[in-house]
Structure formats: structure tokens, C-alpha cells
């Protein structure tokens, strides 16, 4: 017999503190702007009304890492930029994640040269890969549902 | 031909032994390096070619003498005519004069054939790479520079190449 029996009808919710996080966590993610290529294109149409991220509470693109805990990137990383990603994913507050959208930014893509990253997963971590070039809208929604799925199953005790 | 062109082409030739040539209307006049700048005062000052429209070069490796072409496209807005300069620079680690002094827009221009060529310009105000990150090793755009940074994934070599690739870690 739990303690909701006893509450009766007082409009208490019991749950675990897990899960609890977990939800408040997966349902106002807000991605960090960080377009940088075409991908950037699906990726605002994936906000616009058509697709609407926001039914899934990721309505809000931060313009600073400080306010973000989703990193998007969306297109190809050069050499040059490799650096500034890596920054501002240092910038970003615990706990976060990243989104690799499209061919380019998983693999390199196309782009095998001396210019591309072959891969942001050689700068930061990646969680989840999109792949497509580039992908839909739908795409990109159902990675961010992917995530969600697994931050969902994130466990108390790996918290740092 | 227009006649600015014309006395143009003839006064470089005359002046600093260069060849002209021409191909489907466009006239390319060959310059030594030691010329470049002089050539440049005299087409910009005496006949009109106030603009450098594009500065370029080419590499023809495995050739030596010359393995580049720098390539100066010049532009009169006043005659509406169009003139090219190519000066032929032999080895691996060339070096010619900078045209920064006649025009102030080759700064970057000349930076960015550094950059990708690996061409100096001496007397250039800033000469650093313009494209690339300042510690990269080697100039892209030379015809000896690999092609691909990454070997092609194949179900076959798929294995090994994870095993060389680096990943981020926490």
C-alpha cells in the first residue's frame, strides 16, 4: 500500500526523484544556436510552425552556451572552428548534451579535406547522430525524441 | 582591340620584355618577377587599370621551372578593360615582391596564395596565413598536398579505421 492511497484525493503526485529530473530535464531542453551550414536551415524548420519543436519543450534556442544544455550542431565544422565548438561546449553547465545533425557533422560528410572536421565526435562528445544530408525536420525531431528516450533512463547514481 | 589595351600592351612589352598572349579575347601578358610591381605603377598610373580585381596563383607540379603562376587580373573601370599578369616563379619555397604599395587590396589576396600556396611576398606588411589556423603544417592548394585527410570507410576496413580515429573523452 502506497502513500497515494492514504493522500486520497488531495492532488499529489508520487515519483520517483529519478524520474522526476529525468522529466523536468527531457520536456524544457533548451538547444544552444549553433548553426553552421545548411543543416541550420532544417534546423529552424524544425522550430517553425510547421514541424513545431516546440510540442516536445525545446521551443527556446539560447544564443549563449551559459543557458543551454542541448548543443545542435548543425553542418560542417572546419579546422578552424573545431576550437570554438569545443569552447563553447566547455561554457555549457552541466549536465548536457550533443546532437551531431547530418552527414557532415557525424562523419565529414562529403568534405573530405583538409578544411573539415571528419566528425565533431574528434571535438565533443556526441550522444546523438542524425544522419541525412540534409536531414528532414522530422529527422532532427526524432533524435531529439531519441535523446529524450535516454536521458529518460539516465540512473540517480551516475549523476556526478 | 581598344586602343588603351593596345599602347598598354605594347608600352609592358616593350618596357619590361614581356610576352602577351591572348585566348578568346583575353590578354595575358607574361611577367618576371623582378618587373611585377614596376608594371603594375606604370598600367595603373599611365593607363587606367585603377583595380586589382583577383590576385591568384597555380601550381604546376611536378614541374620546377616554373612550378607557379601568380596571376594579377586587372581591371580599368575608366576604359572598361580587362588585362591579366602572370609572373612564373620557380621551386618549392618561392618567393616574389608584393604589389601591396600600387595596390593596397593585394594585402589579403597576397596572404591567402601564402596561405594556400605557400608563395611569400617579400615586403608584404602581414605576412600570415589569412584561411587556415596560424600552426597548420603545409599549403593546401599545392598539387603535392594530399587530396583526402580521411581514408574512405568501407564495411571491409571499417574496424580499423575506428581504431585510428580519435574520439572525444569525458
New interface residues.
Given amino acids: 500500500m502506497g502513500v497515494e492511497q492514504k493522500l486520497g484525493n488531495m492532488g499529489v503526485v508520487t515519483i520517483k526523484l529519478e524520474q522526476a529530473v529525468n522529466w523536468a530535464r527531457t520536456n524544457a531542453m533548451w538547444p544552444m544556436l549553433f548553426g553552421l551550414a545548411c543543416c541550420a536551415i532544417e534546423m529552424m524548420s524544425a522550430q517553425a510552425s510547421n514541424y513545431d519543436m516546440s510540442r516536445f519543450g525545446m521551443e527556446l534556442m539560447r544564443a549563449s552556451p551559459r543557458q543551454s544544455d542541448l548543443m545542435i550542431v548543425a553542418g560542417r565544422v572546419s579546422r578552424k572552428m573545431a576550437p570554438v565548438l569545443r569552447r563553447l561546449y566547455d561554457q555549457m553547465p552541466d549536465p548536457k548534451w550533443v546532437i551531431s545533425m547530418g552527414d557532415c557533422a557525424s562523419c565529414g560528410g562529403v568534405f573530405n579535406n583538409y578544411a573539415i572536421v571528419q566528425g565533431v565526435d574528434e571535438v565533443v562528445p556526441v550522444d546523438v547522430y542524425v544522419a541525412g544530408c540534409p536531414p528532414r525536420p522530422e529527422a532532427l525531431i526524432h533524435g531529439i525524441l531519441t535523446l529524450d528516450e535516454k536521458v529518460r533512463g539516465e540512473k540517480i547514481k551516475d549523476w556526478a | 582591340m581598344d586602343e588603351t589595351l593596345l599602347s598598354a600592351i605594347q608600352a609592358i612589352t616593350e618596357r619590361f620584355v614581356a610576352q602577351s598572349s591572348e585566348f578568346r579575347g583575353q590578354i595575358t601578358l607574361m611577367i618576371s618577377p623582378e618587373h611585377i610591381v614596376d608594371s603594375c605603377r606604370v598600367l595603373r598610373d599611365e593607363f587606367g587599370f585603377e583595380m586589382l580585381a583577383a590576385q591568384t596563383a597555380v601550381d604546376y607540379w611536378p614541374e620546377q621551372a616554373p612550378r607557379f603562376h601568380v596571376i594579377y587580373q586587372l581591371n580599368s573601370l575608366s576604359h572598361h578593360q580587362r588585362l591579366s599578369l602572370r609572373v612564373p616563379v620557380a621551386g618549392n619555397a618561392p618567393a616574389i615582391p608584393t604589389v601591396e604599395s600600387v595596390y593596397p587590396n593585394a594585402n589579403w589576396h597576397e596572404r591567402e596564395i601564402y596561405d594556400m600556396f605557400g608563395i611569400r611576398f617579400a615586403g608584404h606588411s602581414d605576412m600570415r596565413r589569412i ?3 596560424y600552426d ?1 603544417v603545409g599549403h ?1 592548394l599545392r598539387k603535392d ?6 581514408e ?2 568501407f564495411s571491409f576496413n571499417y574496424d580499423e579505421i575506428d581504431r585510428r ?6
Avoid at chain 2, 145 to 150: A, I, K, S, T
Avoid at chain 2, 165 to 170: D, L
Fill in positions: 584561411l587556415m589556423p597548420w593546401p598536398y594530399p587530396l583526402g585527410y580521411e574512405v570507410q580515429k580519435p574520439y572525444a573523452n569525458e
